[in-house]
């Protein structure tokens, strides 16, 4: 009886920790609006590239080192910067036919997401910096609109150009008539 109750005091000994532990992790959840169009080949890779410190988050040696404070952790200059470094170690997750991806029991830090396949008929997404917790709260959730791909040439310049090359052949003409009438009466 008592190997019973040790055994079950070191099971509840070992478990509070494990539990407030999984309080303290994160998601990111990524969603695009493609209005009506369906996402097709579309990845995304998360990369955690930073963990944190009492003066913003530690850049892991990987992706060039260094402290980046708070307020220049969500920057896209410093996102594209990041990017040119990341190598394998990151978590690739195919995008649903909503657009849709979601990283779970996330650690805190700062993440880099990647497109690392292309999306049929849009442009690419850039790459974004996002932190865990963000204000705050453990669930980050992350927007994005792409904008779609235009393949034909836009018609609005076909119209106005030849209106404005007979209005301006219309006005030299008649300038030209008028100078040979004042040569005719001299």
């Not at 708070?70 to 990341?86: G, H």
């Not at 690739?92 to 036919?97: E, P, S, Y």
């Amino acid at each position: 009886m008592r190997k019973i109750l040790v055994f079950l005091m070191l099971l509840a000994i070992l478990t509070v920790p494990s539990a407030a532990a999984a309080e303290n992790r994160g998601s990111i959840q990524i969603q695009l609006d493609a209005g009506d169009l369906a996402v097709t080949n579309g990845a995304v890779t998360l990369y955690q590239v930073g963990t944190r410190v009492e003066e913003g988050y530690r850049i892991a040696e990987g992706f060039g080192g260094g402290i980046v404070r708070q307020e220049d952790a969500d920057s896209e200059n410093l996102a594209q910067w990041l990017a040119e470094s990341a190598g394998k170690n990151g978590v690739t997750m195919l995008l649903d036919a909503d657009g849709n991806a979601v990283f779970s029991d996330l650690e805190e830090g700062l993440y880099m997401l990647v497109q690392t396949q292309w999306m049929d008929g849009f442009y690419p997404i850039r790459p974004m910096l996002l932190t865990v917790p963000r204000e705050g709260n453990w669930d980050v959730l992350e927007y994005r609109n792409p904008v779609p791909i235009i393949t034909e040439i836009p018609k609005t310049g076909q119209t106005s150009l030849p209106y404005f090359g007979v209005m301006g052949m219309i006005i030299s003409g008649s300038g030209l008539i008028l100078c040979a009438k004042k040569q005719r009466k001299r």
